[in-house]
Nanobody, 125 residues
Framework: QVRLVESGGGLVQAGGSLSVSCAASGRTFSGYNMGWFRQAPGKEREFVAAISGSGLSTYYADSVKGRFTISRDNAKNTVYLQMNSLKPEDTAVYYC??????????????????WGQGTQVTVSS
């Protein structure tokens, strides 16, 4: 059984930085692309960033490009999302996800086979 556990969310002022992590278990971690999604109140879950199994390739939503960085440490079975220059509109629950898809891009929620429980990120103005 695959398990994804996020940590590191919290409250930060606009312009600040925050990092969230996702610890994975139950699968050969390096063999799968991973992603981060977010969901704000009253909105649909949206793609944020993705990273290839090797960690050498990444893909970002336009809304976070240049501000967020996704990375992974396959030795620790962990994927990270470093968020800089945060804006109030980045406020959401952030979800870690794993996919069986071999493409790297803006995944649709239907392409995800496992989700984490989510971690709240709140950016105050």
């Amino acid at each position: 059984q695959v398990r994804l556990v996020e940590s590191g969310g919290g409250l930060v002022q606009a312009g600040g930085s925050l990092s969230v992590s996702c610890a994975a278990s139950g699968r050969t971690f390096s063999g799968y692309n991973m992603g981060w999604f977010r969901q704000a109140p009253g909105k649909e879950r949206e793609f944020v960033a993705a990273i290839s199994g090797s960690g050498l390739s990444t893909y970002y939503a336009d809304s976070v490009k240049g501000r967020f960085t996704i990375s992974r440490d396959n030795a620790k079975n962990t994927v990270y999302l470093q968020m800089n220059s945060l804006k109030p509109e980045d406020t959401a629950v952030y979800y870690c996800a794993t996919t069986l898809s071999r493409r790297l891009g803006a995944y649709f929620p239907g392409e995800i086979d496992y989700w984490g429980q989510g971690t709240q990120v709140t950016v105050s103005s």
